[in-house]
């Protein structure tokens, strides 16, 4: 029920293109959806993220979609660039007992190739 | 301002010795968390402390690691008798409070290498 599932486990995309991530989950008490990003040899970065209220959240060329009764939310890099190029990690937390805690999904790592 | 800072960044030892891992979080972040990353894997929390103590340890996997925090600030994470199923990044993050939508702030981990 902490699962958070997430897809594809790699994408390859022309630089311009769209590239899509999708993440599911189970558990409704998640409250918070961030999206992290991460280079390689690097810890991961917050990028964006999203409450559950919102149905859509953009900043610059990155947007994430977010369906509440599909429990359902995904990542769209608008031209997408060489330099996008990482490990990028959806997650859900809940806060309860005083604390957030985050349960991530398994990645994508995307390639934009010029 | 410094960020996370993780030591070693790359510790490489024998199977069965004893290893520790240290995480210093951003000065004035109470909440700490450490995480594990296996090659391919997402990250699998291990233990989160506000402050000196630890109100979730759930995700250590077994009696054979345990971790610290002192002064409400440096951690440490030990590992006892390493298996090579140990072998993974292990990442440190922090955050102001632990609170609802405060993000974490990670380290680049310690890449940890059981022979």
């Known amino acids: 029920q902490q699962q958070v599932k997430q897809s594809p486990q790699s994408l390859i995309v022309q630089k311009g293109g769209i590239s899509i991530i999708n993440c599911a989950y189970e558990?409704?008490?998640?409250?918070?959806f961030p999206w992290y990003q991460q280079f390689p040899g690097k810890g991961p970065a917050l990028l964006i993220a999203?409450?559950?209220?919102?149905s859509e959240k953009k900043e610059g060329r990155f947007t994430i979609s977010f369906n509440k009764s599909a429990k359902q939310f995904s990542l769209h890099i608008m031209d997408s660039q060489p330099g996008d190029s990482a490990t990028y990690f959806c997650?859900?937390?809940?806060?309860?007992?005083?604390?957030?805690?985050?349960?991530f999904g398994t990645g994508t790592k995307l390639q934009v190739i010029p | 301002g410094a960020g996370v800072s993780q030591s070693p960044s790359n510790k490489v030892t024998e199977k069965g010795k004893d290893v520790e891992l240290r995480c210093d979080p951003i000065?004035?972040?109470?909440?700490l968390y450490w995480y594990r990353q296996s090659l391919g894997q997402g990250l699998e929390f291990l233990i989160y402390?506000?402050?000196?103590?630890?109100?979730?340890k759930s995700g250590l996997p077994s009696d054979r690691f345990s971790a610290e925090r002192t002064g409400g600030s440096v951690s440490t994470l030990t590992i006892q008798r390493t298996q090579q199923e140990d072998s993974a990044v292990y990442l440190c993050?922090?955050?102001?409070?632990?609170?609802?939508?405060?993000?974490?702030?990670f380290g680049d981990g310690t890449r940890l290498s059981i022979l």
């Open positions: 558990n409704t008490a998640f409250d918070y």
């Open positions: 993050a922090s955050s102001p409070l632990g609170g609802f939508g405060q993000p974490q702030h």
């Open positions: 402390f506000q402050g000196n103590s630890a109100p979730d």
């Open positions: 999203i409450r559950p209220d919102v």
């Open positions: 000065s004035g972040h109470t909440a």
């Open positions: 997650a859900a937390t809940t806060y309860s007992g005083g604390y957030q805690k985050v349960t």
